[in-house]
């Protein structure tokens, strides 16, 4: 019979996945200064500016999207 302590160890160890070390670095290179600095407007003029908006979505690390 496996005590209660041996079949908790035994179900932590079957539900680790050990992957390979990646070929490059997990977090990229890229100096502060080089990174977009792009803000959004937050003026709007009347309510019907924002029904007609359109969300155009970027793919950049800020996840940042502007309204056009």
Same mark, same amino acid.
């Given at each position: 019979?496996?005590?209660? $302590?041996? *079949?908790?160890? *035994?179900?932590?160890?079957?539900? =680790?996945?050990?992957? #390979? $070390? /990646? *070929?490059? #670095?997990?977090?990229p290179?890229?100096? /502060?200064?080089?990174?977009? @600095? &792009?803000?959004? %407007?937050?003026?709007?003029? %009347? #309510? %019907?500016? =924002?029904?007609?908006?359109? *969300? @155009?979505?970027?793919? &950049?690390?800020? &996840? =940042?999207?502007?309204?056009?």
């Amino acid at each position: 019979m496996v005590a209660e $302590e041996e *079949l908790f160890s *035994l179900i932590i160890d079957d539900a =680790v996945t050990d992957f #390979p $070390e /990646p *070929l490059s #670095p997990t977090i990229p290179n890229v100096s /502060p200064n080089a990174r977009s @600095k &792009e803000s959004l %407007s937050t003026a709007i003029t %009347s #309510p %019907s500016a =924002v029904a007609n908006a359109t *969300l @155009k979505f970027r793919t &950049e690390s800020t &996840e =940042v999207f502007d309204i056009i």
